[in-house]
Structures are given as structure tokens and as C-alpha cells.
């Protein structure tokens, strides 16, 4: 990898985290019975990224933490001035009360080849509209 696009994601993990804690931090978190933490994000090669979310609170769910990762993604893929992200696979996984989602993403320029594609402008505006942080 470039010392350019490392130094890029690591800004981007950087940021994604400080907008995650921040969003938990003031209670800015959308649903008032879900808290969300900081997403991680781990540049895997070029386009593919996995992203580990978490979230608890009564209205937590495997379908809310597989949401809250198609957030931080469509906003990834903004921050690295990218239009669109395609879903990989997620992992999900409950333990203590907390939800945790493993999310693997490609993003892209233009719109990728697959059913599973994110529009990340529409998206970011759709989380935000519903409450979920867009870190």
C-alpha cells in the first residue's frame, strides 16, 4: 500500500472513532434505547474494508448492528471520496448484552456490480434521517 492511502486511513479510522465516541458520548446516538460504540475500521487491500461495530440497549438487534455497519461504510466511502460501497458478508454476533457486527465492504467510485450495492450519499442521508450514526 502507498504511504499516501495509509496515511489516509489512518485518518479515516481516526476520525470514524471520534465521531463514534462522540455520538455515544452526548447521547447523540438516534434511538434513545440504543447506544452505539465506536466503529473500527481495518483497510484490508484497496477497496476491501471491514468495519466492527457494536451496539446494546433494549432495542439492539442483529438487524440494528448489521444497519449501524452499512453506516459507517456509505460514510467511509464518503471520506475516502468514493460514491458507493457493495456489501461482502457480516458476522454477527451477540455476547453480554452487546450486539457486535463484522462487516466486510469493497468501495467504489462508480456503482459496483452485485445486488448488494450502497448509494452512500442516499444512505448517509437515510441513517441519518433514522437516527444512526454516521461516524
Do not use: K
Amino acid at each position: 500500500m502507498r504511504s499516501s492511502n495509509r496515511q489516509i486511513a489512518l485518518i479515516a479510522t481516526g476520525l470514524l472513532a471520534g465521531l463514534a465516541a462522540c455520538a455515544q458520548a452526548d447521547g447523540a446516538g438516534g434511538r434513545s434505547d440504543v447506544s452505539y460504540q465506536p466503529v473500527e475500521t481495518r483497510l484490508l487491500d484497496g477497496d476491501l474494508v471491514n468495519f466492527r461495530v457494536g451496539l446494546s440497549g433494549s432495542g439492539a438487534g442483529d438487524t440494528q448492528v448489521a444497519e449501524y455497519a452499512n453506516c459507517a461504510a456509505a460514510q467511509y466511502a464518503l471520506i475516502r471520496g468514493y460514491g458507493f460501497a457493495r456489501h461482502v458478508r457480516t458476522n454477527v454476533e451477540q455476547e453480554a448484552g452487546i450486539w457486535r457486527a463484522d462487516a466486510v465492504y469493497t468501495i467504489s467510485p462508480a456503482l459496483p456490480r452485485g445486488l448488494r450495492t450502497i448509494d452512500a450519499e442516499v444512505t448517509v442521508a437515510d441513517c441519518r434521517d433514522r437516527g444512526i450514526p454516521t461516524v
